[in-house]
């Protein structure tokens, strides 16, 4: 991490503190950050998107990447039209998407510390397990609609979901 | 008071949820299915949950995907408005399982006045006057023609379970009863999943007449007047108003105290509404209970001055009656209620699509509850309701008048509206004289036809 990159990372620190945001998942360009703070509820208050979305975009590790870095706030469910709940990952590779079919909460995983169902860069077989909602303290699992390659995990671990939300990219094979 | 509440609804009564929410500092979570993505209770909540596809059985009514958006979103209470899932008492208990606080009456109450033979019984019981009926669900069609003979003809079938027209028949003689009766148990088993009929006395001519109630937790029961409902089509009211010119204040009086009396004992709370029909003599016989928030609630508002979902909120929270309506309740001036409908004037096919003017009237008096706005888009999923105009006037004529006025200035392009259809009904001079019964509308209809026909 470069200084220009602490730096953004110190002004998104103190953005979300300000907000009062419990907890914030970042991922971007391969670097990966998860920032627990300590002394807050779940609840995320109102967080202004367009503003904290301006202080990924201007970061200059982002240099690569003319949209806005996934930001993903676990404890926040989509918000009005202003707010997407995920990112547009757009279908010009042919891509598939596999999108939630329930409501609940995203667990890539069995259970704390099992191995992820599924990882970036597996193959997947159509009607394989990529993953667990969880609703209503019943563990669903998810399967794939599709055999292919996992380009992409949209969502993190103890996310919150709605019906619809894109959590894999896959490519048909 | 609750810090955060989903509002397991959509249209407009979502958005008066949140409305009463906002202005009570309570954060506001709306549910939508994906053919409500753009709607206006979604945009003017503070969080958002998309919980299915288009159907309603499997979004609004999905109680799993209802309970999972209310876990994830960490609500403290869930206000199920009207219709949907605000009278499924199974709903309520997964609520109460789940910690969540109901806004309504608990599973129980709700139970019993959902089986409407046995709400039947239970208001004869304490003495709310019923119209004479069968003692409990019809066992045969020899029961049927047994207990007509009893009541006296004409008799009407109802569904147990259900309302809203279906599983419903009008017998006139003992000859028409055996074919009747398995109709209409047909009927009611595919609507409402029960095909358990009771039997009532038909009124030819009555007029329905409903009281409000709010009900705290502490067993205090409070009636906040009437309202009088008889302009319907198909059993599904059109326009409604407060208060009923057929009602005295005395008749007032002895009807909030005898609702008292039974619904403290019932044990009732929250908002509810007694339903009742009135004889050609202006006899009241209790027909049905709605245990929710109404559909024409806005009426009751205007006259009382009570904020009823705000009351809904208050009393759930534990607070009092005497704490939220702290005077007694005074019916002041006159209010008048038309439900605009997505649907053509005259054939009443619906009307989905984009709306491309939308232009509401405004004004002394007159208050406009919607949740479609210009370029908004009528899904073709759900119910044909896009808005409530009411008016309140110092009298009844001033309201018509007032009304009138404001239909005039509803312009809606895009779409076929009954905004015409009540144009039409306010003309016509029976309406304008009070003169009217739940037939009025097959009267009107006729009226016109033989209009039309003649001057062709």
């Given at each position: 991490m470069n200084a220009g990159q602490l730096q953004s990372l110190k002004d998104l620190i103190e953005f979300l503190k300000q907000q009062e945001v419990g907890e914030f998942d970042l991922e971007q360009d391969g670097l990966k950050v998860h920032l627990s703070f300590a002394g807050h509820g779940r609840s995320a208050g109102n967080v202004d998107l367009s503003q904290l979305t301006h202080l990924l975009q201007h970061a200059p590790s982002a240099q690569t990447h003319a949209a806005a870095a996934p930001v993903h706030l676990p404890n926040v469910a989509a918000g009005a039209p202003a707010a997407h709940h995920a990112p547009a990952v757009s279908d010009e590779d042919g891509l598939h998407i596999i999108k939630s079919p329930i409501v609940g909460t995203f667990y890539e995983a069995s259970a704390p510390g099992a191995e992820p169902y599924i990882k970036v860069g597996d193959q997947v077989e159509s009607g394989q397990v990529v993953c667990i909602v969880e609703a209503m303290k019943l563990m669903n699992e998810i399967e794939s609609d599709i055999a292919g390659e996992v380009v992409k995990r949209m969502v993190a671990s103890g996310q919150p979901v709605e019906y619809g939300q894109p959590l894999f990219a896959i490519r048909p094979r | 008071m609750f810090r955060k509440v989903l509002i397991a609804n959509r249209g407009e009564i979502a958005l008066r949820i949140i409305s009463a929410c906002k202005e009570m500092g309570i954060r506001t979570v709306a549910i939508y299915s994906e053919a409500d993505r753009n709607s206006l209770h979604v945009r003017f909540a503070d969080e958002a949950i998309c919980i299915g596809p288009p159907r309603s059985a499997d979004s609004y009514l999905n109680v799993p995907a209802v309970i999972s958006a209310a876990e994830i979103a960490d609500v403290d209470a869930i206000h199920p408005g009207y219709g949907l899932l605000s009278e499924n008492a199974n709903f309520a208990e997964v609520c109460r399982a789940s910690n969540i606080k109901f806004i309504g009456p608990p599973p129980e109450v709700t139970r019993l006045m959902g089986e409407k033979e046995k709400a039947r019984m239970s208001m004869k019981?304490?003495?709310?006057?019923?119209?004479?009926?069968?003692?409990?669900?019809?066992q045969s069609e020899e029961d049927a023609l047994e207990w007509a003979k009893q009541i006296g003809y004409p008799v009407i079938l109802k569904a147990s379970a259900g309302?809203?027209?279906?599983?419903?028949?009008?017998?006139?003689?003992?000859?028409?009863?055996?074919?009747?009766?398995?109709?209409?148990?047909?009927?009611?088993?595919?609507?409402?999943?029960?095909?358990?009929?009771?039997?009532?006395?038909?009124?030819?001519?009555?007029?329905?007449?409903?009281?409000?109630?709010?009900?705290?937790?502490?067993?205090?029961?409070?009636?906040?007047?009437?309202?009088?409902?008889?302009?319907?089509?198909?059993?599904?009211?059109?326009?409604?108003?407060?208060?009923?010119?057929?009602?005295?204040?005395?008749?007032?009086?002895?009807?909030?105290?005898?609702?008292?009396?039974?619904?403290?004992?019932?044990?009732?709370?929250?908002?509810?509404?007694?339903?009742?029909l009135m004889d050609e003599d202006g006899?009241?016989?209790?027909?049905?209970?709605?245990?929710?928030?109404?559909?024409e609630h806005p009426v009751t508002e205007l006259v009382t001055g009570v904020d009823l979902v705000k009351a809904q909120f208050r009393i759930a929270s534990g607070e009092k009656i005497s704490e939220i309506i702290t005077r007694p309740i005074e019916m002041r001036g006159h209010a008048i209620?038309?439900?605009?409908?997505?649907?053509?004037?005259?054939?009443?096919?619906?009307?989905?699509?984009?709306?491309?003017?939308?232009?509401?009237?405004?004004?002394?008096?007159?208050?406009?509850?919607?949740?479609?706005?210009?370029?908004?888009?009528?899904?073709?999923?759900?119910?044909?309701?896009?808005?409530?105009?009411?008016?309140?006037?110092?009298?009844?004529?001033?309201?018509?008048?007032?009304?009138?006025?404001?239909?005039?200035?509803?312009?809606?392009?895009?779409?076929?509206?009954?905004?015409?259809?009540?144009?039409?009904?306010?003309?016509?001079?029976?309406?304008?004289?009070?003169?009217f019964d739940t037939k009025f509308m097959e009267r009107f209809f006729e009226r016109e036809k033989l209009r039309t026909e003649s001057s062709q």
């Open positions: - | 019981r304490a003495k709310v006057p019923i119209l004479p009926g069968s003692e409990g669900v019809i309302g809203g027209g279906r599983g419903m028949r009008v017998v006139r003689s003992s000859e028409e009863l055996p074919n009747f009766f398995r109709a209409a148990r047909t009927e009611a088993q595919n609507a409402f999943g029960n095909g358990d009929l009771y039997m009532e006395k038909f009124i030819e001519r009555p007029r329905h007449i409903e009281f409000q109630v709010l009900a705290d937790e502490h067993g205090n029961v409070m009636s906040l007047g009437e309202r009088e409902c008889s302009i319907q089509r198909r059993h599904q009211k059109l326009i409604e108003e407060s208060p009923s010119l057929q009602v005295t204040p005395k008749m007032r009086e002895e009807i909030g105290a005898t609702l008292k009396r039974c619904l403290e004992t019932i044990g009732y709370m929250n908002a509810g509404t007694v339903e009742f006899k009241l016989y209790f027909i049905e209970m709605n245990t929710r928030i109404q559909v209620e038309c439900r605009i409908n997505a649907e053509h004037p005259e054939k009443f096919t619906p009307s989905a699509g984009k709306i491309t003017v939308f232009n509401l009237p405004g004004g002394n008096g007159v208050r406009v509850d919607t949740a479609q706005y210009a370029e908004g888009v009528v899904p073709p999923y759900y119910d044909s309701l896009i808005a409530k105009l009411i008016v309140h006037g110092t009298d009844r004529a001033e309201a018509v008048a007032r009304m009138e006025r404001a239909l005039s200035m509803f312009v809606v392009e895009g779409i076929y509206t009954t905004i015409p259809l009540h144009q039409r009904i306010f003309a016509d001079a029976d309406f304008r004289a009070g003169e």
